[in-house]
């Protein structure tokens, strides 16, 4: 049997102070850590430099690990439409620099990332933490922005690995038709 191959997955939790990325590479059901951090902006810069911050800082960031995909949060809206607005222009400049680099990007929920990280989607940013260490195996804790980057490469690693097998499972019912798809899984070569 040939091993899974290996994806490279940069999570990227967009804020306008600070964004965090994480980097796994996952083989089946194998993650690794690879590196996770956050990019920072300075308050008292204006808005557009601040996004000029977030861009290069991703460019870089791509540069470095050069991941296979990316997943991205989407954003919530909240009560403050102001904080909601400058949320939102920081998550495009990442989108836009992700999109920039080459890479197809992938968004996920805060609900989908609690729920394949966590188990349940109520989790605590405290119990993201956890799981996000000892589903990498850490030493120790990752920062709130950087645990929910390595999450999302995470629930990317899970949910795009299924999302992949029922494309590929579609695509050969199409080719094939139904009994070709069949006799796939009859024969127990559906891995």
Known sequence: MT????TRIL????????AGFGVIEA???QLRYVASGTIRTAAASGLPQRLKT?????EAVLERYRPDASAVEIVFVNNNPQATLMLGQARGACVSALVTGG??????????????????GRASKAEVQHMV????????????DAADALGLAITHAHV????????QAGSQAATGGPEALAGRYRSGRSR
């Open 11 to 18: 999570g990227l939790d967009p804020g306008l102070q600070v």
């Open 27 to 29: 083989s089946g059901l």
């Open 160 to 167: 795009g690995s299924a999302m992949e097998r029922l494309r």
């Open 133 to 144: 260490q000892r589903l990498l195996r850490l030493p120790g804790l990752p920062g709130p």
């Open 54 to 58: 977030l861009f290069e800082g991703i």
């Open 103 to 120: 890479q197809v990007v992938h968004e996920y929920t805060a609900l989908q990332l609690k729920k394949a990280v966590a188990g349940h």
């Open 3 to 6: 091993p899974a191959p290996c």
